[in-house]
């Protein structure tokens, strides 16, 4: 995930809400911080749904999937397809049903629990329930490094970054999301969605110089790969950047 929405109006809000959520590291949150990360496990191998349907063949017929069960592959990517799609459109209700169907398919294989695990933090990002998409994006970054699936594993850390950055633990998401792009690279899959939320945990940290490397980075591989959209975000951020140091001729060249 990349999460691209910011106003250059909000700087002295997010250097409040930055400041206050490091009072609370110190004094109240490195306790529960610890009891969550020590339940980690437990909780990623507990069941999403509750209750589970019992019947593999009934919920995809429910979720209008006309494919069976067995073998799992196809089914269960059918399912997360359709959760993606519902999530997109803001139908969250729908796109969790479909994630619980998807988790009765998957069963016990443990890399389709891994697509299940991030399926989730996108969905919970989405939502806007952080801290909750957090959990899910952790599970799943456990799981691709016990299966020893890096590409997987980098994808999960950029997702981890994105909901630290979010919840304002900007060295957090630093840490993450640098392991992310060291994995990438050793993986040759280098996408700009890791550039991205680099640049604005950067840009959170005052350090425009490297946030500005980083959302150039960003603009070339979403470019590259053809995805306008994303580039386009980017290029607002930029922007931003921009606004913040003062240099308005580089900012309305960028927006436009």
Not at 19 to 28: D, G, P, Q
Not at 61 to 89: M, N, W
Not at 95 to 122: I, K, P
Not at 173 to 197: C, F, H, I, P, Q
Request: hydrophobic share 45%; glycine share 8%.
């Amino acid at each position: 995930v990349s999460d691209p929405h910011r106003s250059p109006v909000l700087h002295l809000a997010r250097m409040i809400r930055s400041l206050c959520f490091a009072l609370l590291v110190l004094i109240v949150l490195p306790g529960r911080f610890q009891e969550a990360r020590a339940n980690a496990s437990a909780a990623c191998a507990a069941p999403l749904s509750q209750p589970l349907p019992v019947d593999p063949g009934l919920c995809l017929r429910h979720a209008d999937v006309d494919l069976p069960a067995s073998p799992a592959g196809p089914a269960f990517q059918a399912l997360i397809d359709k959760a993606k799609g519902q999530v997109e459109t803001g139908r969250f209700d729908a796109a969790l049903r479909t994630l619980a169907c998807a988790e009765v398919v998957g069963g016990a294989n443990q890399a389709l629990r891994n697509e299940l695990m991030r399926s989730h933090g996108s969905l919970e990002f989405r939502r806007e329930r952080t801290p909750q998409a957090l959990r899910h994006f952790e599970c799943a970054a456990e799981l691709a490094k016990a299966r020893g699936v890096r590409k997987d594993e980098a994808r999960d850390l950029n997702n981890v970054g994105a909901a630290l950055r979010r919840l304002g633990d900007y060295q957090g998401a630093l840490r993450a999301l640098t392991r992310s792009l060291e994995l990438k690279r050793m993986t040759g899959d280098v996408g700009g969605a890791v550039y991205n939320n680099l640049a604005d945990v950067h840009r959170e940290l005052e350090d425009p110089v490297s946030a500005m490397r980083l959302y150039g980075d960003a603009l070339a591989a979403f470019r590259a790969k053809g995805m306008t959209l994303q580039a386009a975000h980017v290029l607002e951020s930029m922007a931003e950047q921009a606004l913040d140091i003062g240099d308005t001729a580089r900012a309305e060249a960028w927006l436009k």
